[in-house]
């Protein structure tokens, strides 16, 4: 009897709490698939600490109400499909292949800070851009929040961090003792503004010259949150060393977030990337540029489906509107 007990106190401590779990929803443009556009992504911590990853093209409005409340905005770079310079029609509207979405005046990423007086943690260049477009909507500045790299949230009026790549940022609750840590780390990609949202002179100057204009290095991100779940959110980024030298070998993540998509390769580079160098214990897969499903399983004949072949983590699509829940050493303890 004394050992039965003793084995069932060891089983249930060793048990993660469900409370301990950090919830993922993915907010796509179609609820229960995994659609080309997709991008945009909600964190919880087990404190209450909740985030929202890249606004993208898949929110109605900056008030969407699937979003509840966001503390924390994180902006990975400032292409059009993640800093935000369209909408999303409505929840549903277009094909998975193409969601219908219109063209906004001020990015998404401003919108939902001013709809969820958030604090936003990007580069300095970025947070700029954003801070600028923010003074048009509402008429007062976004300014630095009141300890440049921490915050307690919510914050009584929205505001930004100042640091850039490898800079930490802590964002805790006022009853939590400890926060989530959230650190910038390198992406290999290109981190031009959408046109669309840049001044009549900028565009007009950067037309003359075939330009671009680049805020500073785009990014990705390191979340340690609180149960110990360990998230690299890759941005954007084509395979690169400090997949391995830091985000595996100082910051030990355990779930990746991995962005696909053409341009920076990771279709043909994402097992090497996940299985040799991040060595992470789950993978999420988001940013397909394709419909990664239909009627909400993987299509077989999809290049996601071909990558999520070669991985060697269990790998989980980003799939809209359903919440996943990750324990503290990276595994899926509900809802994949
Ligand atoms: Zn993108």
Redesign the pocket.
Known sequence: MKTALATLFLATIALPAVGQNVKITPLGSHPGELCAND?ATVFEDPTGVRLLY?P?HNLVAGDDPRLGDIHVVLL??M?G??LGDRRLRAVGAGTCASSERVLTQNSMTSQVIAAKNSVLVTTRAMAGFVANEYQDMAGEPLSVCSQPVAATVPVESACRSSMDIGGVFVAKTAEATQGVEITIVYAS?VNNAPPSLLSDAAREALEADGAILEYGPPTGYVVKFTNGLTAYLS??TGIHSEMKTVVNEFHHANLAVL?L?N?PGIYISGAHAINELVQPASVVIT?A?EPATEDGVLRPQSRTAALIEQLDPPAYLAISGRTMEFDGQGRCAAGC
Do not use: E, L, V
């Open positions: 991008r890249d993208a990975s770079h292409h499909d993640h990609h941005g954007d962005n998509g341009n940013h540029n």
